[in-house]
């Protein structure tokens, strides 16, 4: 494996609501912007009032959606890379001081439960896993190795599984199980009232990563289950047997966050830099559409566009019919340091291994270009994101006001 090959592998890399975007639509306006001293990995979650994200500065923020300015923060000892759960006025995450926090929508802790370590495997594991909930039950994956069920109500434990390994991919669930990937290159499926193995699938592996560690999260559909590992392979697996329906090898690197919606597969790649649409029960391509840089965070669908970020920092809005480009909104962090690394057409500079000397740099660099790690966050009249240089961003949707 050459030394371009394996930096770029490890280079660290953005819906519901009215009004829809639309194919045509112009590049959308800034609303607001908020600026930490600490990179954000943490998506934001949020409603008609306000927005909730994380920060490896360890504290958790409120911030009012209309204006950005700050309703209240919260202190932990760890910094924070899960994405929030917004639940019922109550607040869900995880902290790397090794604890699930719930907090209510004012910012008063309602309960904390140990969740013991929350490790990381490597400088790659960019997230921590983030909390579901169905029927007043958490789910998550810990740095422990474990999968765990908690009472949503005071944070009571109902049950947890142990794998081999660290559990960073958020878990999915539908009636009968919860299914989640460890780094022990196994994908599970757990039964949802009692946490007991239902069945459980080992990863190819690669000639560089032979354990295949599951780092991406699993989405559903229909009666597929569909997970991206680090063996350069993404699966669709049975949901009640766990046998592979199909795979699909990727030859230049991980596609590790994926998405389903309308009954169409979205697959975002890393060191593939592509998003691509594909039918979810054969795994057939239906277009894919070349990207400058990688994506960790999922496709976000709204209408007729889909919208992701890549750690170049930049958010793109493209048409979920055949992938063509709507408009692209750049950081701040993006357009003043772009050309200290990148050439016009953002392919690396001639002598970009005299500039970045080592993996960690290119991590650092991410967060000089302000790099989106997170998923997108669409609600009413805003988009809101992310960004590792320490900014969260909020674009004002075609047709609104200020």
């Known amino acids: 494996m050459g030394r371009n090959s394996f930096l770029l592998l490890v280079i660290v890399c953005l819906a519901q609501t009215l009004p829809a975007w639309s194919q045509g639509d112009s590049v959308p306006a800034l609303a607001w912007q908020y600026r930490l001293k600490a990179p954000v990995f943490s998506a934001p979650a949020g409603d008609d009032k306000a927005v909730y994200f994380g920060s490896l500065d360890s504290c958790f923020y409120a911030l009012e959606l209309n204006s950005g300015a700050l309703l209240w923060k919260y202190k932990t000892k760890g910094g924070i890379r899960s994405a929030p759960l917004l639940q019922q006025e109550r607040l869900y995450f995880i902290s790397d001081d090794g604890f699930v926090y719930c907090l209510s929508a004012k910012g008063k802790l309602q309960w904390k439960f140990d969740a013991a370590s929350v490790k990381k495997y490597d400088f790659a594991d960019y997230h921590q896993s983030s909390l579901v909930i169905d029927q007043g039950v958490l789910f998550f994956g810990s740095g422990d190795g474990h999968v765990y069920g908690l009472h949503a109500a005071d944070g009571r434990l109902k049950w947890k599984f142990k794998t081999g390994d660290a559990v960073h991919a958020t878990p999915a669930f539908d009636e009968n199980a919860v299914y989640a990937g460890s780094f022990d290159g196994f994908f599970y499926a757990l039964?949802?009232?009692?946490?007991?193995?239902?069945?459980?699938?080992?990863?190819?592996?690669?000639?560089?990563?032979?354990?295949?560690?599951?780092?991406?999260?699993?989405?559903?559909?229909?009666?597929?289950?569909?997970?991206?590992?680090?063996d350069y392979n993404v699966y669709a697996l049975d949901k009640k047997a766990g046998y592979c329906h199909w795979n699909k090898a990727f030859p230049k690197g991980w596609?590790?966050?994926?998405?389903?919606?309308d009954s169409v597969l979205y697959m975002a790649g890393?060191?593939?830099?592509?998003?691509?649409?594909?039918?979810?029960?054969?795994?057939?391509?239906?277009?894919?559409r070349e990207m400058e840089f990688l994506m960790f965070g999922k496709v976000v669908k709204e209408g007729a566009s889909l919208f992701i970020g890549t750690t170049i920092g930049k958010v793109h809005a493209v048409s979920a019919v055949d992938g063509k480009g709507v408009w692209t909104f750049c950081t701040q962090g993006y357009t003043e340091n772009r050309f200290k690394y990148f050439k016009e057409d953002d392919r690396y500079r001639d002598d970009i291994y005299s500039i970045i000397r080592s993996d960690e740099h290119f991590l650092d660099v991410e967060c000089e270009l302000g790099g989106i790690f997170s998923t997108v966050l669409s609600t009413g009249h805003y988009m809101v994101f992310s960004s590792t240089e320490g900014a969260v961003y909020c674009l004002r949707k075609p047709g609104m006001k200020k």
């Open 191 to 230: 039964d949802k009232a009692s946490g007991s193995l239902l069945w459980k699938f080992k990863t190819l592996g690669h000639r560089y990563f032979p354990k295949g560690e599951v780092q991406g999260s699993p989405v559903l559909s229909d009666k597929l289950v569909f997970f991206g590992a680090r």
């Open 270 to 288: 890393a060191d593939e830099r592509i998003l691509m649409a594909a039918d979810p029960v054969s795994g057939k391509e239906s277009w894919c």
């Open 255 to 261: 596609v590790l966050s994926l998405q389903c919606a």
